[in-house]
């Protein structure tokens, strides 16, 4: 927090207090319910939750980016699926900030800074989300616009949000691959259909579907930068703050795990004493701090390169994947500390559990992480000193 200006502190300080007051209290029961958290996200809408990514000239309110690390953290912290109905959002608000046109730019971030319009990207197909290149959705341009035929999957948000960063190939002959692809910004209309929401072992509330594109029509301006041939760059960038938007959420989990077994273990008592007492819950307790403060300072120093300007693809890697199996190792340590209650729909440690593991999936998974982290050791010689 130290390094955060006074306004930013500020800011954390009162979505902290929005999930202990309005968040903690419902969140069980949503989850099991696994209802969409309407009042919330309108509470994270008047927060300018939606706008954190949005510069003041478009109504947002902006922040650095180890401040919307901790507000994020601060939103997993309470429910992993609130955070996630804002990072998605975030990378759509900064691939326009970044490759939009000026008219592109205007039609939408105002109403993504109030979070009247909210946004996801879809990247991911039936047939793979590792291997991107190899995508079969195709839009073919025809004088008036493009024509869209293909399937998205697991693409969250997408029956709520009304724009669409749809990753397609342009160019399906491009050689290499990654040329021939773009960024359409697509909305709901004829043609385009979420088809199911997908079942899901954890992260409740938020709808993650199968999208379809029959004949689905966009115009020629829908193209990200209105320069068609360089979305899949243009997506790896946005990735770079979408990892460390996952890596956050790992933290929230982390914390929230943590947290809950520091009070468990001082209250619980066995042979006479609370078991935070017994060796091995000490060290259970000590090594779950630790870990996770490293995965915090790991996660910040990333955020802090991404404000100086830098590449940080490897930086913000080491930090999802870091953070994520951290935050799974802490939420299975998590029940072992809460014994049979750790087991319990009646406790939030299960649900920890549950959510810990699409940090590990989502994003680029953990093994992707680790090709994109050694390229880049290769690449740059090693690390830093
Ligand atoms: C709840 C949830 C929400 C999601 N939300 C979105 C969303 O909003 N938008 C979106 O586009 N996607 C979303 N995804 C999809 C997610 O990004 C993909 O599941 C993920 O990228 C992996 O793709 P895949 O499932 O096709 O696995 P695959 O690519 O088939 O991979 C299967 C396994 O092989 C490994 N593997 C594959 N290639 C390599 C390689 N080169 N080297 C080493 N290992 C490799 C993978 O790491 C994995 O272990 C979501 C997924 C989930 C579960």
């Known amino acids: 927090m130290t390094t955060l200006s006074d306004d930013e502190q500020f800011i954390v300080r009162t979505v902290r207090q929005f999930v202990d007051k309005d968040v903690k209290p419902v969140v069980r029961e949503l989850e099991h319910a696994d209802t969409y958290p309407e009042a919330l996200i309108e ?44 990072g998605g959002h975030t990378v759509v608000c900064k691939l326009l900030l970044k490759f939009g046109t000026p008219e592109q730019k205007q039609h939408y971030l105002p109403r993504m800074a109030t979070g009247e319009v909210r946004a996801t990207m879809a990247l991911t197909e039936p047939g793979g989300g590792s291997d991107l290149q190899a995508m079969r959705t195709v839009a073919r341009k025809s004088a008036d ?13 997408s029956r709520r949000s009304r724009l669409i960063a749809l990753l397609c190939k342009t160019d ?3 050689r290499p691959a990654h040329q021939g692809i773009s960024i359409l910004l697509a909305e709901h209309g004829p043609g385009l259909t979420v088809s199911r929401d997908l079942p899901k072992l954890g992260y409740k509330g938020v709808e993650s579907c199968e999208l379809s594109f029959e004949d689905y029509r966009a115009p020629l301006a829908a193209v990200l930068g209105g320069v068609e ?32 077994s520091l009070a468990y273990a001082q209250s619980r008592e066995s042979f006479g004493k609370p078991i935070w007492q017994h060796q091995s819950i000490g060290n259970y307790l000590a090594d779950m701090a630790t870990s996770l403060s490293a995965a915090r300072q790991l996660t910040l120093h990333a955020a802090r390169e991404a404000d100086a300007g830098r590449r940080v693809d490897m930086e913000a890697g080491m930090a999802k994947l870091f953070a994520s199996e951290t935050a799974m190792q802490i939420a299975l340590t998590a029940v072992r500390i809460h014994g049979g209650y750790g087991y319990s729909t009646e406790f939030d440690v299960e649900r920890y559990f549950r959510d810990a593991p699409l940090m590990i999936v989502g994003e680029g998974t953990n093994e992707i992480q680790r090709n994109v982290i050694v390229r880049q050791l290769i690449a740059r010689g090693g690390l830093e000193p």
């Not at 616009?145 to 999957?153: I, M, P, W």
């Not at 899949?232 to 960038?237: E, I």
């Not at 990735?239 to 809950?260: C, N, P, S």
Request: hydrophobic content about 40%; glycine content about 16%; overall charge negative.
């Open 172 to 174: 399906p002959d491009a």
């Open 43 to 86: 509470r994270m809408k008047e927060l300018g939750i939606f706008g954190l990514a949005v510069p003041e000239e478009y109504g947002g309110t902006p922040v650095s980016t180890p401040c919307y690390v901790l507000i994020t953290e601060e939103l997993a912290r309470g429910w992993m699926s609130l955070a996630g109905a804002m």
């Open 229 to 260: 041939g360089h979305g899949f760059a243009q997506m790896m960038s946005g990735l770079e703050t979408g990892r460390l938007q996952v890596a956050a959420r790992a933290l929230g989990v982390g914390r929230a795990a943590l947290e809950d």
């Open 145 to 157: 616009g493009y024509v869209v035929n293909g399937s998205k999957t697991w693409i969250t948000n």
